[in-house]
């Protein structure tokens, strides 16, 4: 295990909506009447026919918070509260559950799920026409999220103080990162690996709220689709052993990600430097707090 100086917070923030599921208060859209704030109270029905309405901004980002038929949508520039309608298509393709594009409900709108909102414009807001996600986001926001169930169902008050840690992620520091290498072209693990992984799993085990955050990585071969592709296929394969063979729980664990080329470790122009960027990063994050700092 080698000890790292830089946190990816730009995945934290993502990750920490898995624990945490508040709805901040948002400006409507400009609209004929005097916009209002939209709050955690409101309740209202919304047009069950979209047919005719003027057409919205496309929304590009993850699923930050929901109650009821309102969510909040994280992007880039900030937070949007879109209306969920009966008349919302919810769609869902690509990943490791299938090619095909298939229907969903509005249940399976999680917490964490990327998402791409195409919008109309409603008196009160924005109301949702299509939401499209990938299947191998709803897999993995559906693990969080069943984990974490488990987990209030089992100790609630346990549960809570996770939340609030959580919630306030840049309090948290990577305390030390075990890398596991694969093949070429390939997401297989080697028994050194699941070894190493295990014992990782073991010493992050001993130390109170630590979460792991697991980044997977390619060499410079092939192109920019098929090393995002393989590189989220290694992470997810670790996820996988982790939670299965090594015990790690599922609320403990951040939302894995795949890097493909980027943050190599190596040069990539030798063999050596790309066996050692063939990798997955498991990353344990420990609290500021319990660190000492």
């Known amino acids: 295990m080698r000890f790292m100086t830089n946190s990816p917070k730009f995945l934290l923030a993502l990750a920490a909506v898995s624990a945490s599921g508040s709805l901040f208060a948002q400006d409507a859209p400009p609209a004929p009447a005097q916009p209002r704030d939209i709050t955690v109270t409101d309740t209202m029905p919304v047009p069950a026919d979209l047919s005719g309405m003027p057409a919205g901004p496309v929304v590009e980002g993850f699923i930050s918070a929901r109650r009821g038929n309102k969510l909040q949508v994280t ?5 949007t509260i879109v209306f969920v309608s009966d008349a919302t298509s919810i769609k869902s393709s690509g990943g490791f559950l299938g090619a095909s594009t298939k229907k969903l409900s509005q249940d399976q709108l999680l917490n964490g799920l990327p998402v791409t909102v195409k919008t109309v414009q409603w008196e009160s807001g924005l109301v949702a026409s299509q939401v499209t996600l990938k299947t191998k986001d709803l897999k993995t926001a559906s693990m969080i999220r069943n984990g974490t169930d488990q987990r209030f169902d089992e100790q609630t008050a346990a549960t809570e103080a996770l939340r609030g840690r959580v919630a306030d992620i840049d309090n948290y520091i990577v305390k030390g990162t075990t890398n596991v290498n694969f093949d070429t072209g390939k997401a297989d693990l080697s028994p050194q690996a699941k070894a190493d992984l295990c014992a990782a799993a073991t010493q992050a085990q001993a130390t109170n709220n630590s979460l792991l955050l697991v980044l997977g990585y390619t060499d410079s071969t092939g192109t920019e689709d098929v090393n995002q592709a393989l590189s989220e296929k290694r992470a997810a394969k670790v996820v996988n ?27 990539n122009s030798t063999p050596e430097g790309k066996a050692q960027n063939r990798r997955v990063a498991v990353n344990v994050m420990v609290s500021k707090a319990v660190d000492g700092m």
């Open 75 to 79: 992007t880039a520039g900030g937070k």
């Open 241 to 267: 052993f982790l939670q299965q063979k090594c015990g790690w729980k599922p609320y403990r664990m951040l939302t894995p990600t795949g890097m493909a080329t980027a943050d190599p470790a190596a040069d």
